[in-house]
């Protein structure tokens, strides 16, 4: 998984689908690392990308953000997301 760290175009971003795709790969490895500090914003950039191309906050990506939080021991930030990742709709900004 280390290839998705370095994968960007030549302005140094990835478009925003391609970002959701490639993301979720950043965060696991960053978490594998314990480098929570760095693999949250990347976490939380998923979900307001698919949220600005008018797509919900998948399942799976709550899911990531719940073990992210619960890893790097903060359950109150892992709870925000947590109903999400069960499937329920709520709004988590």
Known sequence: MRWALDVQD???ELRGRDYTLIAPYMVS?????????????????VPA??????????RQSAEQLVKLYQGWG??????????????????TR
């Open 10 to 12: 030549p302005n140094g």
């Open 29 to 45: 490895v960053l978490m594998d690392r314990r480098r929570w500090a760095e693999a949250e914003p990347i976490a939380l950039r």
């Open 49 to 58: 990308i698919r949220d600005s191309l008018a797509d919900t906050l998948s």
């Open 74 to 91: 903060k359950p109150d930030r892992a709870a925000a997301f947590r109903e999400r990742a069960e499937g329920k709709a709520t709004t």
